[in-house]
Nanobody, 125 residues
Framework: VQLQASGGGLVQTGGSLRLSCAAS????????MGWFRQAPGKERAFVAV??????RTDYADSVKGRFTISRDSANMYLQMNSLKPEDTAVYSC?????????????????????WGQGTQVTVSS
């Protein structure tokens, strides 16, 4: 599966953006899907995850209550509200196409085997 993230841009503090992750090649409905972000000078960090089928989600503490992950048959989304300057980063979507047998949702980048090109989100103060 090939992934392509889009929807980034420049927004003021308190604003909203909706990121999209389009899948090509195969439907990613059966995969765990995640969003990660990398701020300047920092390592890539977990943002949100959705289970295969979409029944479960989890978020980084820093975005809980502000970000919402969702998906349909062809896309995954990250609705970002109440944006803060510290949300500034390159956001990437990822899929885990191999089976996942753990009860917990995958939150580390090394367990994801498909990555999309990132999209820049800049939040001005």
């Amino acid at each position: 599966v090939q992934l392509q993230a889009s929807g980034g841009g420049l927004v003021q503090t308190g604003g909203s953006l909706r990121l999209s992750c389009a899948a090509s090649g195969r439907s990613f409905g059966a995969y765990f899907m995640g969003w990660f972000r990398q701020a300047p000078g920092k390592e890539r960090a977990f943002v949100a995850v959705m289970s295969a089928g979409g029944g479960r989600t989890d978020y980084a503490d820093s975005v809980k209550g502000r970000f919402t992950i969702s998906r349909d048959s062809a896309n995954m989304y990250l609705q970002m509200n109440s944006l803060k300057p510290e949300d500034t980063a390159v956001y990437s979507c990822a899929a885990r196409t191999q089976p996942w047998f753990r009860a917990s949702l995958p939150k580390t980048e090394r367990v994801y085997d498909n990555w999309g090109q990132g999209t820049q989100v800049t939040v001005s103060s």
